[in-house]
């Protein structure tokens, strides 16, 4: 079962900007969902439209196979979510400021410290938050996002301006949230490099469209797609003519010849193949094309 599923969302802003496109995303029940583009490409404005912080114009939207319009408020029971900054009274304790949050969720107040110990903060004790890091304030907006048992975390940019150290923390409260909680995630971040190391699925979005969407296994296949194989030679025509009819793709830049990736054993064959026509190699290199090279090729116009 799809924890989200939204269809064809379409949003102007009032001055008649487009801000998304017939935008369609599906969010796998117990996955880690990676919502990605570059700053300003809708991320922000599609997280409003799916929690109801922004009136929908076009679309639908689903979660948990339920329609959002006629059980809103059951469904938001279920959801917990972090959009922008978090809200921290910075005067009062971690514990005080989950008080408050509790009696407007009704849940237990032994959830209180239950969360915390989640999220990391149980030993702040009498610690005032005005005195948290950003890495600590942001784990505890997250604890305020949990503490009524979501099955669905929304969460934007949670790795926004944190250092190194505190972006291998979150990464790691994120995954145990998924592995050990069960809790489906739905995280937008513009940083690649970091959000693959923590999703399943991903979504690409750029200037209002989604670009992409699928397993992160899918996207790594692209990722070796867009590998290639280089061939230095003293005379790229004749190595063209030669391989040519069984690489259809291959083409000649300069005393390069340029192939898809190739395995081991078929790179080896194929200098051999050169050889034997007299023609000489002076080298051989792989080209690995990143999953950040990707998400920059196809957000760039």
Same mark, same amino acid.
């Given at each position: ?20 496109? *017939? ?43 339920? *329609? ?17 900054? =978090? ?70 940019? =949670? ?29 937008? &971040? ?37 590998? &290639? ?6 005379? =790229? ?10 690489? =259809? ?11 898809? &990736? ?17 023609? *000489? ?21």
């Amino acid at each position: 079962m799809n924890s989200i599923e939204a269809q064809h969302l379409t949003h102007r802003f009032a001055n008649g900007d487009l801000a998304l496109d *017939d935008v369609s995303l599906r969010v796998k029940e117990g996955s880690i969902y990676g919502f990605l583009g570059p700053n300003g490409a809708g991320k922000t404005t599609t997280l409003r439209l799916l929690l109801g912080l922004l009136k929908k114009q076009k679309g639908h939207i689903q979660f948990f196979g339920q *329609d959002f319009a006629a059980k809103r408020i059951e469904i938001l029971r279920q959801i917990g979510s972090l959009i922008e900054s =978090p809200s921290i009274y910075s005067h009062l304790t971690a514990t005080e400021n989950l008080l408050l949050w509790q009696k407007l969720y009704q849940c237990p107040k032994n959830r209180i410290p239950e969360v915390l110990r989640l999220v990391g903060l149980g030993d702040t004790g009498h610690k005032k938050t005005g005195q948290f890091s950003l890495g600590m304030k942001q784990r505890l907006a997250i604890a305020v996002a949990l503490l009524h048992s979501p099955q669905l975390l929304i969460l934007d940019e =949670p790795t926004n301006g944190l250092d190194p150290h505190g972006m291998v923390e979150m990464r790691e409260l994120l995954k145990a949230l998924n592995q050990q909680q069960g809790i489906t995630l739905l995280i937008s &971040s513009h940083l690649l490099a970091e959000i693959e190391k923590l999703v399943t699925d991903v979504g690409i979005i750029h200037r209002g469209q989604l670009l992409f969407e699928g397993s992160l296994q899918a996207l790594h296949q692209k990722q070796q797609e867009a590998s &290639s194989l280089v061939f230095v030679v003293n005379d =790229p025509t004749a190595a063209l003519a030669l391989i040519q009819p069984v690489f =259809p793709s291959v083409r000649a830049e300069s005393d390069r010849i340029l192939l898809p &990736s190739l395995a081991q054993t078929d790179i080896a064959r194929l200098n051999q193949q050169f050889v034997n026509q007299g023609i *000489d190699v002076y080298g051989i290199q792989t080209t690995q094309s990143d999953l950040e090279s990707i998400f920059m090729t196809m957000t760039n116009d």
